[in-house]
């Protein structure tokens, strides 16, 4: 009997200990697409959030770069998606002074096949990928204030244990 799916508010949630699911995002750096695939050696936080200046994903954003250095001690990389398009991520990366991507979902499709898709808002979901693209662990509880520090003991803790 094979286990059942995992399900959350924005729908079926990837399995874990299997391939992320792979994806090709503009980005607001302005170097184009970024592909999950272009993480692989690395660490992959792969955040879904609602929308780029509103308060709680705000917050989220400060306290992910506010921990940047951390992440990058741990060979982690942080990437952002939400429905905002690439020229709303840019103004909010400067506005914030966010110094990882943020990557444009319009029509929801990557959202969706993370189970993080609730129309026309990506949900507050955070999947840690392992550095050969395995999906680790799914947060889907996020709080967005202390949600980077949860992050990073979670990355602590599956670190050691590979």
Not at 2 to 25: K, N, V, Y
Request: charged letters at 20%; a negative charge.
């Amino acid at each position: 009997m094979s286990p059942r799916p995992a399900l959350a508010l924005g729908g079926t949630l990837p399995p874990l200990d299997q391939p992320a699911p792979e994806f090709s995002l503009p980005t607001n750096t302005g170097n184009g697409q970024i592909r999950l695939a272009d993480y692989r050696g690395s660490w992959t936080v792969l955040y879904f959030y609602p929308k780029d200046f509103t308060s709680g994903c705000t917050l989220e954003a400060q306290r992910f770069q506010q921990d940047l250095p951390q992440y990058e001690q741990r060979n982690a990389k942080i990437l952002g998606v939400s429905a905002d398009d690439v020229d709303v991520h840019a103004q909010f990366c400067d506005a914030e002074g966010l110094k990882f991507p943020l990557l444009a979902d319009g029509d929801g499709a990557v959202s969706k096949a993370y189970g993080s898709w609730l129309a026309p808002y990506s949900m507050r979901h955070s999947f840690l990928i392992d550095p050969e693209g395995i999906l680790r662990h799914r947060f889907v509880a996020v709080r967005p204030s202390v949600h980077s520090r949860e992050v990073l003991a979670k990355l602590d803790e599956l670190r050691a244990a590979g």
